[in-house]
């Protein structure tokens, strides 16, 4: 048990002033504390109680008063005595307001509904009704035994009150909110002789003070449109409706949600969260200096709850708008989701956790001293003493150990967080190496081209002349001089942070150093003028320096991952965390995420596609991240980037089957059977997909059905929209070809197989697998493979067939370069290829394991193993197979349309390909 949770070493009346005096009152209320402290204060029967207190000849103000002095006075018993636990005390405290306003509210509504007529929305003709929000700590469900409430008063619109006699006067809906508002404080925070029920605080609405006391939905989205703030969103981030009518509380989520949630990761939310800290922390550093014995705020001070919930709230308002799960308004909840999200570690948020409760119950116990709403230990030795005590300690000075211990942790997590990483040299480089850092160059947007050429000398670089003119180009136009002062300093910063990472980079295979340096820079300035506009990425990249340095090391290494990133900036989220980027995915909860997520936005099929895109984009971009870092292999990254794929595919399935209103079955009998490269799980980055559609259903109308499903499933992965697309898809391999149908039953299919395919047909078959849909249909196809590839053939014919395919694509792909085509030219790849389904086709009826799906490298070494191959030849070619995809692989990341080398890098490996050939159409 930690020591947060350890019984209090006083009594009761000893630790509460506030529980003595009334206690001591009023004949009979020990008794009443006591009977209701046996259970649990969740899902108290307030209604009952309080009926208890009317029935006794109370109204209910007052009667209210005195249930609430009741609830805490019996939270405190509970708490003290250690049966009730942190989680009890906040959300009986939290249901009782909630209780409380409501209650109130209906009394008063009907006075003045009684005086004034029901108000009736101008536009809808409906009755109107008060929606209530609960910000703060009510809002979250986290409220204090002894805190105010931070409540919004909202009404759907404008018009007038009904008057149903003559007695009534009607007025307008905006005066009779405001003046149910003004009786709704009344009734709640008058001050009688039975004390409050809540202080109240409506200084969080629309203009704070000095706006009106309600707003109209309208008045609320113009102004958090125009004038909503940063601390607003931190605000609004816990807005909770309690009353109101449920489409009116929808309509005014819909509002407050874009305010609260960017659509984008807002990374500029850390400096003014952290701006709002500042400010926090001055005042209470002032008051401090004014009052030192008020010091120890465990609410505002450092290290203390404001820090934690800062902690939590940053991640949500950076993230909220894209994931759903971060938009709990609790504070420990979502920290447990940032451990889900691997945002932080189970260790940190455990640490946090254990802190924010200590905090939290040291807080009560300073308010259950007095029933004040303070954050500080008190002056006197005497309440201290009495503090500590109520914490289970037995002095003040292990309390304030215990309470130093959490403040410097919390303290330590906050400032991982929100250091301010500008600080060192007026730099975005807080976290950059020490040697990086006492290089940085200190250039400005407004040096000449020679003051420019005389640092990048000085830091390194080979050809200046061309990257200062370059650079000085970039700062002079208009996309960056009419930036924003804090975009433009951020742009400027983080090129001088940049330079010189860039300037220490040597020669590589592909380029010189001076082309190497240039064409980083070049890539690097294209992609932060793409941004630019963008400040939250820009405040992502000044707050992550490590992130910089990424994003240099891979525009460095390939320039179509440098254009990938310009095109999907918001993938640099990516690279923050190094745990992503090195771990292996787990591709199970992988496919279950994303169609949760899928499902999660239903009906917005706009929204559906986007986020297909953007779940294939960070995983492609971590595998794109873990391949430029050296950490995969040839034949584990394509396997991967075909995993991804079938998710996708599957993905896509099923949520198309999901959009149609008249579908006859829930799982469709349908089955996506991969050709090609992804058949043959060979993907790479940028290949399209080459598929087969069938199905198996006997339904009237499953063949129209399916036919639409197959359409669909083309266009949302086709379509371009603002995320992208998905992939290319390429249907050529049906049955017949381009006139053939678009999905074909399965009995069809067969058919055409057995009786009609041609041989190149039966070759891609070699390559083929289910992907995706009805495994029925996948293990009928895969018999259906296996049996035509095993079929005997005449050898000769055979070798006829499969060499004239092969010199008709040759014929196709002249390359009348110098260079080595990898994929066409004789010894290249095809060729390979080419062979290996010759060898299957030619031998699999006596060696059925040839009809494997395992890739052309294994299936060399099989067939050099079954001696249908010199063995020494096949492990030759299957090297050089390897060889060529890293080439070829290499050559797309530098963004090279062809593939082709310098014959000089594949000397070895041709003559081997090319003699292998030899010897097996020879014997052939």
Not at 660 to 687: M, Q, T
Not at 754 to 783: K, V, Y
Not at 799 to 828: C, I, P, T, Y
Request: hydrophobic share 40%.
């Amino acid at each position: 048990m930690s020591i947060a949770a350890t019984h209090s070493l006083i009594s009761t009346s000893a630790a509460s002033h506030f529980y003595t005096r009334w206690i001591n009152a009023e004949g009979g209320r020990e008794e009443q504390v006591s009977a209701l402290a046996q259970l649990s204060l969740t899902n108290t029967p307030f209604a009952r109680l309080l009926q208890n207190e009317i029935d006794s000849g109370m109204p209910l103000p007052r009667a209210m008063r005195r249930l609430r002095n009741l609830i805490v006075c019996t939270l405190i018993a509970r708490d003290l005595s250690g049966l009730a636990n942190l989680e009890e005390v906040v959300s009986t405290m939290s249901e009782f307001a909630d209780f409380a306003v409501k209650t109130h509210l209906t009394s008063i509504m009907e006075e003045m509904v009684a005086l004034h007529g029901t108000p009736i929305g101008q536009e809808s003709g409906l009755p109107q009704e008060l929606i209530i929000l609960g910000m703060g700590k009510l809002g979250g469900g986290e409220l204090n035994v002894s805190s105010d409430i931070d409540l919004i008063f909202v009404y759907a619109e404008d018009g007038d009150t009904l008057a149903d006699n003559a007695e009534q006067r009607s007025m307008s809906n905006h005066e009779f909110f405001v003046r149910l508002g003004k009786k709704l404080i009344n009734a709640i925070s008058e001050i009688t002789q039975d004390g409050f029920t809540f202080r109240v605080d409506m200084a969080l609405r629309p203009n704070g003070a000095s706006g009106p006391l309600v707003a109209s939905l309208n008045m609320v989205e113009t102004y958090l449109v125009t004038q909503g703030r940063e601390w607003e969103r931190y605000a609004w981030c816990k807005a909770r409706a309690m009353t109101g009518r449920a489409e009116d509380i929808t309509a005014l989520e819909n509002i407050s949600r874009p305010f609260v949630f960017r659509r984008y990761l807002d990374y500029g939310t850390i400096d003014a969260m952290r701006l709002m800290h500042r400010q926090i922390r001055a005042e209470v550093t002032r008051q401090e200096t004014l009052h030192p014995d008020r010091n120890n705020n465990v609410k505002l001070g450092r290290g203390g709850i404001r820090e934690i919930e800062f902690l939590a709230q940053v991640f949500q308002l950076i993230r909220g708008g894209r994931e759903q799960d971060l938009r709990d308004r609790s504070t420990r909840k979502t920290l447990r989701t940032l451990v889900e999200k691997n945002l932080l570690t189970a260790e940190v948020v455990d640490q946090l956790l254990e802190a924010y409760d200590f905090l939290r119950n040291l807080e009560h116990r300073l308010q259950y001293l007095d029933d004040a709403q303070t954050h500080t230990l008190p002056t006197n030795d005497g309440d201290r003493l009495i503090i500590a005590q109520a914490m289970g300690f037995v002095d003040v000075e292990t309390l304030l150990g215990e309470l130093e211990k959490r403040r410097v942790l919390v303290a330590a997590q906050f400032d991982a967080i929100f250091s301010d990483k500008q600080d060192k040299n007026n730099s975005p480089g807080g976290d950059v190496k020490s040697e990086d850092q006492s290089a940085l160059c200190g250039l400005s947007d407004r040096d000449s081209v020679d003051v420019i050429e005389s640092v990048l000398t000085s830091l390194g670089f080979s050809d200046v002349a061309d990257n200062a003119r370059r650079l000085a180009s970039t700062w002079q136009s208009g996309r960056i001089q009419n930036l924003p002062e804090i975009s433009r300093n951020r742009f400027t910063a983080l090129i001088n942070v940049a330079l010189p990472i860039i300037g220490t980079l040597s020669e590589s295979r592909n380029n010189t150093q001076s082309a190497t340096q240039r064409n980083t820079l070049a890539r690097l300035l294209d992609f932060l003028e793409t941004i630019a506009r963008r400040a939250a990425y820009l405040a992502l990249l000044t707050e992550y320096p490590s992130t910089l340095h990424r994003v240099i090391r891979m525009m460095g290494a390939s320039d179509w991952a440098a254009k990938f990133l310009t095109m999907h900036p918001i993938l640099l989220d990516e690279l923050l965390d190094d745990r992503s980027l090195n771990a292996d995915a787990d591709w199970p909860q992988f496919a279950q995420d994303c169609q949760r997520q899928m499902d999660e936005v239903a009906g917005d099929t706009e929204r559906q596609l986007d986020l297909l895109r953007e779940l294939h984009h960070a995983q492609l971009f971590r595998l794109l991240a873990q391949d430029l870092e050296g950490k995969l292999s040839v034949e584990v990254l394509s396997d991967y980037l075909s995993l991804l794929a079938d998710i996708l595919v599957d993905t896509t399935i099923q949520s198309v089957w999901k959009t149609f209103p008249n579908r006859h079955r829930d799982v469709p009998k349908f089955a996506v059977i991969a050709y090609g490269k992804l058949g043959g799980k060979e993907l790479s980055y940028a290949s399209d997909l080459d598929v087969v559609f069938l199905y198996e259903d006997d339904d009237q109308e499953a063949p129209p059905l399916y036919a639409k499903l197959a359409q669909r499933f083309i266009t949302w992965m086709t379509s371009h929209t603002s995320a992208g697309i998905l992939f290319d898809i390429d249907i050529a391999l049906r049955p017949d070809g381009a006139s053939g149908l678009l999905v074909s039953t399965f009995a069809t299919f067969e058919k055409y197989q057995r009786n009609s395919a041609w041989l190149w047909e039966h070759q891609a078959l070699t390559r083929a697998r289910f992907c995706s849909g009805d495994s029925a249909i996948g293990e009928r196809f895969e018999a259906l493979r296996v049996d035509v590839l095993r079929q005997v053939r005449d050898p000769l014919k055979l070798e006829q067939e499969v060499r004239a395919m092969r010199q008709k694509m040759r014929d196709a792909n002249r390359n009348r370069s110098d260079l080595f085509d990898l994929k066409h030219d004789e010894g290249g790849m095809i060729d390979i290829e080419f062979l290996v389904q010759f060898l299957i086709l030619r031998n699999a009826a006596l060696h059925p394991e040839l009809t494997a799906d395992i890739g052309n490298i294994a299936l060399l070494k099989l067939c050099g193993e079954l001696g249908l191959i010199d063995t020494a030849l096949a492990n030759e070619a299957a090297n050089a197979y390897r060889h060529y995809r890293k080439l070829q692989h290499q050559r797309r990341l530098q963004g090279d349309e062809r593939a082709r080398v310098s014959p000089d890098w594949v000397a070895a490996e041709v003559p081997a390909v090319k003699e292998l050939l030899a010897s097996v159409f020879s014997d052939a």
